[in-house]
């Protein structure tokens, strides 16, 4: 395949699959957006809604689009990391041990209020995000070459909830935000409700077609690849990283994988607005996301009332783009 008939393909599934899912999702635009370059860049999304704005059927209609298998898991104060990766247990007839798959074992996996359950709990998946296997009773069983995980996170609610670590929310592309409908999608949603349009229904019946198989990812990635970012791009976005280390309100500022998946992140967008280079606007458009769950603030700022968007913003401002 050439460079350019691989980049045309890589662009054609993008609007694709953007306008399959768009048939189930009812604005939410830009959220399918950042959650297509997490799943092209072979990353994993962290997903901040109030509940019923479509979280989890989000990451179904993806599934379906692309051609994936998908799993849920509910995270629970009583989850147990067994409950997620699967045991092995005696079997009799053959006298040896069998393992018995838990849900982890899949393409597109959401994890539900994935800060209710414990620390231990949570854990259960860092070898699967950075590694893509997973390790049961000193066994180690490889996940799917697709493997992607969905982490949901409630803004509002936190009486009984687990704050994820910090080397777990870094391992984490990216953090997407997904806002309630304005009154026209949320009028839109109430018309078609109970009627063969509703979200839930397209999706059940066939409606929405899949425009790739999984094995066409690996052919689809290399192309991303091929995006084009100048060197003096590369340097600009390095210098907001560093930034963010530097900034008087940070108390612990990106590491090297929040480079790397900023780098990742632009030419995926790049991508998906149907070009083959990076420019200016795709790091800040991206910069957000990235960088907006891997910075801690310092006590007395975040008493003050200032927001990690505001710092992101503050650095951007500082960072002269190059020409």
Same mark, same amino acid.
């Given at each position: 395949?050439?460079?350019?008939?691989?980049?045309?393909?890589?662009?054609?599934?993008?609007?694709?699959?953007?306008?399959?899912?768009?048939?189930? $999702?009812?604005?939410?635009?830009?959220?399918?957006?950042?959650?297509?370059?997490?799943?092209?860049?072979?990353?994993?999304?962290?997903?901040?809604?109030?509940?019923?704005?479509?979280?989890?059927?989000?990451?179904?209609?993806?599934?379906?689009?692309?051609?994936?298998?998908?799993?849920?898991?509910?995270?629970? @104060?009583? +989850?147990?990391?067994?409950?997620?990766?699967?045991?092995?247990?005696?079997?009799?007839?053959?006298?040896?041990?069998?393992?018995?798959?838990?849900?982890?074992?899949?393409?597109?996996? $959401?994890?539900?209020?994935?800060?209710?359950?414990?620390?231990?709990?949570?854990?259960?998946?860092?070898?699967?995000?950075?590694?893509?296997?997973?390790?049961?009773?000193?066994?180690?069983?490889?996940?799917?070459?697709?493997?992607?995980?969905?982490?949901?996170?409630?803004?509002?609610?936190?009486?009984?909830?687990?704050?994820?670590?910090?080397?777990?929310?870094?391992?984490?592309?990216?953090?997407?935000?997904?806002?309630?409908?304005?009154?026209?999608?949320?009028?839109?949603?109430?018309?078609?409700?109970?009627?063969?349009?509703?979200?839930?229904?397209?999706?059940?019946?066939?409606?929405?077609?899949?425009?790739?198989?999984?094995?066409?990812?690996?052919?689809?990635?290399?192309? +991303?690849?091929? $995006?084009?970012?100048?060197?003096?791009?590369?340097?600009?976005?390095?210098? $907001?990283?560093?930034?963010?280390?530097?900034?008087?309100?940070?108390?612990?500022?990106?590491?090297?994988?929040?480079?790397?998946? +900023?780098?990742?992140?632009?030419?995926?967008?790049?991508?998906?607005?149907?070009?083959?280079?990076?420019?200016?606007?795709?790091?800040?458009?991206?910069?957000?996301?990235?960088?907006?769950?891997?910075?801690?603030?310092?006590?007395?700022?975040?008493?003050?009332?200032?927001?990690?968007?505001?710092?992101?913003?503050?650095?951007?401002?500082?960072?002269?783009? @190059?020409?």
């Amino acid at each position: 395949m050439s460079v350019e008939h691989g980049i045309a393909r890589l662009k054609e599934v993008l609007a694709e699959a953007r306008h399959e899912t768009g048939k189930v $999702i009812i604005g939410q635009h830009d959220v399918i957006e950042k959650a297509l370059i997490a799943i092209f860049t072979g990353n994993h999304a962290l997903i901040e809604g109030v509940p019923g704005v479509a979280k989890t059927l989000l990451v179904r209609t993806l599934a379906h689009v692309l051609g994936c298998e998908f799993a849920r898991i509910q995270f629970t @104060p009583d +989850l147990m990391p067994a409950d997620i990766t699967g045991t092995t247990i005696f079997n009799l007839q053959r006298n040896d041990f069998s393992l018995i798959k838990g849900p982890i074992f899949t393409s597109f996996l $959401i994890a539900d209020e994935i800060n209710r359950a414990p620390a231990k709990t949570q854990s259960a998946l860092l070898q699967a995000m950075q590694e893509r296997r997973v390790t049961i009773d000193r066994d180690t069983y490889p996940l799917p070459a697709n493997f992607t995980v969905f982490a949901t996170q409630n803004p509002i609610e936190y009486e009984g909830t687990y704050p994820l670590p910090e080397a777990q929310k870094d391992r984490f592309m990216l953090k997407i935000t997904m806002k309630p409908p304005d009154r026209a999608e949320e009028l839109a949603l109430a018309q078609r409700t109970m009627t063969k349009d509703a979200p839930e229904t397209l999706l059940m019946q066939g409606a929405v077609r899949p425009v790739m198989q999984a094995e066409d990812f690996a052919a689809l990635r290399e192309s +991303l690849a091929l $995006i084009v970012i100048r060197e003096e791009l590369a340097g600009y976005l390095v210098d $907001i990283v560093r930034a963010t280390r530097q900034h008087e309100s940070v108390l612990v500022g990106a590491g090297p994988r929040a480079t790397q998946s +900023l780098i990742m992140a632009s030419r995926a967008n790049a991508a998906v607005s149907g070009r083959d280079f990076v420019t200016p606007d795709d790091i800040k458009a991206m910069a957000l996301p990235v960088l907006e769950h891997r910075l801690i603030l310092r006590p007395e700022f975040e008493i003050e009332g200032l927001t990690v968007a505001e710092v992101i913003e503050q650095v951007l401002q500082q960072i002269a783009v @190059p020409r």
